[in-house]
């Protein structure tokens, strides 16, 4: 059986390296179409200007930074959701009698959530351009936020969280995906890991929130928090409407060429940039755009059949599970954890002073985890591939010691797997969204993130049934998980350190 895999992976790395000799022969032969028509012209031949090119060449400036601060906005108000979603447990439980079942739906309703919307955002913004959907989302998710402080028993909260997490993963790819279109090659990891970081800072913006309105961990004023922490992503809406525009990669491959060239002549004045978009340069991406639209082939539209064509389905398929394994884990630690501090014998004066700050150090863990990937993310001898290997290795370690070892050190290895999962998440993200062409990116993306978040949904089930039999037993399946993810990531076949996005 294992000499089968063995030969199947063998095989797929030959089609793979066949396919890129394709994708080589067809850029010559475009490349000698432009030739051939610019000698019929009397011009000068060039080569193509590839849309990589131009943002190196027009620079990073206010134009990116002001899309940054939109995702990262929108970030902070996704971590500070994440929080205030933990610290409400025990407080529903107290105050509505809400029984645990009731609280593992609730958790399983936004992660479905979460996997509905990514599916859709993929279809949506693939085909109808970054900037609609992503503003139109954004808008709803604040007034699902506020309409949760309406809400009078648990049933109602329920709805409410489900359509919450739809929006939430519907515009999380859509963010993703515009980034990745806007920064040039050589900042692409280095600044798409550091927006990653407003996720964290949510966290502890949330816990920043619910020290105000906590009267302990079992009671305080929810609806208050839930109003201060949906303020970012109001701020967040507010900047989308005044400053986000449209993907000029995406308008360029789906042919608006004249909307294209608009916003990259606003993205050149908004940089105080010395590049000049001449009617040259404007023919050379109008070839680069026939170019990719031929190797990506007219009928690679959106849809998820194309996530799986004989060339792709089998990264997609490590893709997936990589993702799957990475969140259940990930959110099985986050969500998990004011049960395991209440539950270990560390004695009350202990959970009573320390507790808020416990998870205020376990955020900055992440923080830690998200800045520590911006700086290694482009080392060339890492790369994409062999990182999410060796996080994985690392981090199902951390999680044997923190079973194993005694219960005052606990939140060290708790501290220490979650440094590892946050790199990870960040890996995982860039090397989604550098895998597929501009015409599916957000397919991928969304689709890796919505299979994802399927972890989510049956990890309060199997984490809460493992911890009603020993508390600390979830840590045993998140190591024999991380131990299977490396070892299936030594498969993927190709890493995207370097690559231009198609």
């Not at 449209?246 to 608006?256: I, K, P, Q, V, W």
């Not at 001898?381 to 199902?396: V, W």
Request: charged residues 15%; neutral net charge; contains cysteine.
């Amino acid at each position: 059986m294992t000499e089968e895999i063995y030969e199947q992976v063998q095989l797929e790395k030959l089609r793979m390296s066949e396919s890129k000799k394709v994708d080589d022969q067809q850029s010559i032969q475009m490349r000698k179409l432009v030739s051939n028509t610019e000698n019929n012209s009397n011009h000068n031949q060039e080569p193509l200007f590839s849309f990589d090119q131009l943002l190196s060449k027009v620079g990073f400036g206010s134009y990116q930074l002001w899309i940054y601060s939109i995702m990262g906005l929108l970030g902070v108000a996704e971590g500070a959701q994440i929080t205030l979603f933990t610290l409400m447990i025990p407080i529903l439980k107290n105050q509505w009698n809400v029984p645990d079942s009731l609280n593992s739906l609730q958790a399983s309703f936004v992660f479905v959530g979460f996997l509905t919307g990514s599916m859709m955002s993929g279809q949506f913004s693939d085909r109808f351009g970054r900037r609609g959907p992503f503003l139109y989302s954004s808008f709803l998710t604040c007034l699902v936020t506020l309409g949760t402080i309406l809400c009078q028993d648990i049933y109602q909260l329920l709805f409410v969280r489900g359509i919450m997490g739809v929006l939430i993963g519907f515009f999380s790819p859509c963010g993703v995906t515009m980034l990745s279109e806007i920064t040039q090659i050589e900042l692409r990891g280095r600044y798409m890991s550091l927006i990653t970081l407003t996720f964290s800072l949510g966290q502890l913006f949330g816990l920043w929130v619910a020290s105000f309105f906590l009267i302990n961990f079992d009671d305080g004023n929810w609806r208050a928090m839930t109003f201060y922490c949906a303020i970012p992503g109001m701020l967040a809406w507010l900047l989308c409407v005044l400053k986000l525009q449209e993907s000029a990669r995406f308008a360029l491959l789906t042919g608006r060429k004249e909307e294209a060239f608009e916003i990259i002549q606003q993205m050149t004045t908004l940089n105080n940039s010395q590049f000049v978009l001449t009617d040259d340069v404007k023919s050379q991406l109008i070839n680069w755009a026939n170019m990719m639209n031929k190797i990506a082939k007219q009928q690679e539209n959106a849809s998820i059949s194309s996530l799986f064509d004989k060339e792709k389905w089998f990264v997609t398929c490590l893709v997936w599970f990589n993702w799957f394994t990475l969140s259940f884990i990930y959110y099985g630690i986050v969500m998990m954890l004011p049960t395991f501090l209440q539950g270990l014998n560390l004695g009350d004066s202990y959970l009573a002073v320390h507790k808020l700050l416990q998870l205020v150090i376990s955020s900055i863990s992440d923080i830690f985890g998200a800045a520590a990937a911006s700086v290694i993310i482009d080392i060339k001898y890492l790369g994409r591939k062999n990182s999410l290997i060796l996080f994985y290795f690392i981090q199902a370690l951390g999680c044997v010691a923190a079973y194993f070892d005694d219960p005052s050190r606990f939140m060290l290895w708790t501290n220490f797997c979650k440094f590892f999962l946050s790199m990870t998440f960040i890996f995982s993200f860039q090397y989604t969204a550098e895998v597929y062409s501009t015409k599916i990116r957000t397919t991928g993306v969304g689709m890796a993130n919505g299979v994802g978040r399927l972890g989510g949904v049956i990890m309060p089930w199997i984490c809460l049934y493992l911890s009603s039999m020993d508390l600390l037993s979830p840590f045993l399946l998140f190591t024999v998980i991380s131990f299977m993810t490396s070892l299936t990531n030594c498969f993927l076949p190709y890493d995207t350190l370097g690559k231009e996005i198609e």
